[in-house]
């Protein structure tokens, strides 16, 4: 089967991406998705989505991790995925979307930058070093001193699979507060290793750097691949609504491969 395939990173975050809206792609398996991603063997990149039709919605997002499975959501993905749509030719203002975790929005200022609208989240567990919320994904978030020269390979890992999350498994981010802002890195579940960013890690982490004002917030993040800015609305001491992540979203390259 020859596929027409599209790369896009946001901050790093990459992605391979194909137009599913005739279902050409419906039969992709696990092991091919898995192969696609790989970055010695194949396109390489951190997941893979499809550009679905969807009823009553401008389009369908469908996500794997690039281990091959089907994955929750991705805020990156859905931020790349939103500008290969407008590059597709959905040209709307506002584009609506269906992804795992529910209904999304997203708009877009000028050619690269992607504003996204993330689910509410009604619920963080603070423990004495640790936060722990979901953003469409689940996120284990610890403040750190210097998140710089931390092994994030390996704390991560080891918060990945330990004996709490080693099954479902979750996200894990390892955060500092900046002058003005946070620096996250994050190690992701499903890629099992740290990727240059996390959407909704980065979402998770400014959620949990609010001051304790129940108000409007607009966090700038840095990230190993770049910048992000997310924007909400502090509604109770761990409530929270009108999530947007923001920031740019870019077409590599595009091509066609083979695969079995």
């Known amino acids: 089967m020859t596929l027409h395939f599209y790369k896009y990173q946001g901050t790093g975050n990459d992605f391979v991406i194909m137009d599913n809206r005739d279902g050409r792609y419906d039969a992709l398996t696990n092991q091919q998705v898995h192969d696609l991603c790989h970055r010695r063997f194949g396109i390489g990149a951190d997941g893979l989505m499809l550009l679905n039709t969807q009823p009553g919605y401008d389009f369908g997002m469908k996500y794997y991790n690039a281990d091959g499975n089907e994955s929750s959501m991705c805020g990156n993905g859905g931020r790349c995925l939103t500008a290969f749509a ?134 700038p993040v840095q990230t190993l691949g770049g910048n992000l800015e997310v924007r909400f609305t502090k509604t109770g001491e761990r409530t929270f609504q009108d999530i947007w992540l923001c920031g740019p979203a870019t077409l590599v390259f595009e091509g066609q491969v083979t695969i079995n």
Request: with cysteine; glycine share 8%.
């Open 86 to 219: 407008r590059k597709m030719g959905l040209t709307q203002e506002k584009l609506r979307f269906l992804a795992v975790d529910g209904p999304h929005e997203a708009t877009m200022t000028g050619d690269s930058w992607v504003n996204l609208k993330m689910q509410d989240v009604d619920s963080v567990e603070h423990g004495p070093l640790y936060f722990y919320l979901n953003t469409g994904s689940p996120h284990f978030v610890k403040f750190v001193n210097d998140v710089q020269s931390l092994d994030v390979f390996t704390e991560g890992r080891q918060i990945r699979y330990n004996d709490r999350f080693a099954a479902e498994g979750t996200n894990v981010n390892f955060v500092q507060e900046q002058d003005k802002g946070i620096f996250v890195r994050t190690y992701e579940r499903g890629v099992e290793d740290e990727t240059y960013s996390c959407g909704t890690g980065v979402t998770a982490a400014a959620l949990t750097a609010a001051g304790p004002e129940t108000k409007e917030y607009r966090i």
